[in-house]
């Protein structure tokens, strides 16, 4: 049975968007919403991976070490395969928060969760502790897999400065210190398939997990 007796995460996510911009000067809100409008300007996201592609295997290590293959995974049965930013992002531990109560349907589905994050693994087992999360959370060092799918950015200087304030993205997730990926969710199918897709370069928009236990149910 999907979990439909609990707030959505659109409505979490947007909860929290609104008490955010309640809470912060103006030129902040309006600097952070002026490089999601160049993101879209740009169309950035024209480039990322689909529904209808083929995803691109890999093999990344999880905080303790421990070398994880999207190839073997998908031996296995079906892969939900989403990125985070960092767990410097309120938006991503609220996702990934949701995502993780969804793991039984998912489960009966015969369907696994992986997580993709550019955060060092210091701080990716932070923030898996934090969040009480049980599946895989692997560091995509300098975005390199994230930037096959096509989901690699450059962080505005304007907005740079803000994150510099308070967690600053070199230390967090090393590399140049200036990208990060877009919000991404992927079902692939055993054979590799991108059988649905989630891609926005707007960071409070995130695929919504019921929507993807519908997907795996139907197909």
């Given at each position: 049975?999907?979990?439909?007796?609990?707030?959505?995460?659109?409505?979490?996510?947007?909860?929290?968007?609104?008490k955010w911009?309640?809470?912060?000067?103006s030129?902040?809100?309006?600097?952070?919403?002026?490089?999601?409008?160049?993101?879209?300007?740009?169309q950035?996201?024209?480039?990322?991976?689909?529904?209808?592609?083929?995803?691109?295997?890999?093999?990344?290590?999880?905080a303790?070490?421990n070398?994880?293959?999207?190839?073997?995974?998908?031996k296995?049965g079906?892969?939900?395969?989403?990125?985070?930013?960092?767990?410097?992002?309120?938006y991503c531990?609220?996702?990934?928060?949701?995502l993780?109560?969804?793991?039984?349907?998912?489960?009966?589905r015969?369907?696994?969760?992986v997580a993709?994050?550019?955060?060092?693994?210091?701080?990716?087992?932070?923030?898996?502790?934090?969040?009480?999360?049980?599946?895989?959370v692997?560091?995509?060092?300098n975005?390199e897999?994230?930037?096959?799918?096509?989901?690699?950015?450059?962080?505005?200087?304007?907005?740079?400065?803000?994150?510099k304030?308070?967690?600053?993205?070199?230390?967090?997730?090393g590399?140049?210190?200036?990208?990060?990926?877009?919000?991404?969710?992927?079902?692939?199918?055993?054979?590799?398939?991108?059988?649905?897709s989630?891609?926005?370069?707007?960071?409070r928009?995130?695929?919504?997990?019921?929507?993807?236990v519908?997907?795996l149910?139907?197909?």
């Amino acid at each position: 049975m999907i979990l439909s007796n609990i707030q959505s995460l659109e409505d979490q996510l947007n909860d929290f968007k609104e008490k955010w911009i309640s809470e912060v000067d103006s030129t902040v809100s309006d600097t952070f919403q002026k490089g999601i409008d160049e993101l879209v300007e740009n169309q950035i996201s024209s480039n990322a991976l689909h529904q209808g592609d083929y995803s691109i295997d890999f093999m990344l290590k999880d905080a303790a070490g421990n070398t994880v293959s999207l190839k073997e995974k998908l031996k296995q049965g079906r892969v939900v395969l989403t990125w985070y930013r960092g767990g410097w992002c309120p938006y991503c531990n609220l996702t990934l928060r949701n995502l993780q109560s969804f793991i039984p349907e998912f489960e009966k589905r015969n369907t696994q969760l992986v997580a993709l994050t550019p955060e060092l693994p210091d701080h990716s087992l932070t923030t898996k502790e934090k969040n009480e999360l049980t599946f895989d959370v692997l560091t995509d060092i300098n975005n390199e897999v994230a930037r096959k799918y096509g989901l690699v950015f450059k962080v505005s200087d304007e907005v740079n400065s803000f994150y510099k304030k308070f967690h600053d993205l070199l230390d967090f997730n090393g590399g140049s210190g200036d990208e990060l990926p877009l919000t991404a969710t992927y079902v692939i199918e055993q054979n590799g398939l991108i059988s649905y897709s989630f891609v926005d370069v707007d960071y409070r928009k995130r695929a919504e997990p019921a929507e993807i236990v519908a997907h795996l149910q139907n197909n």
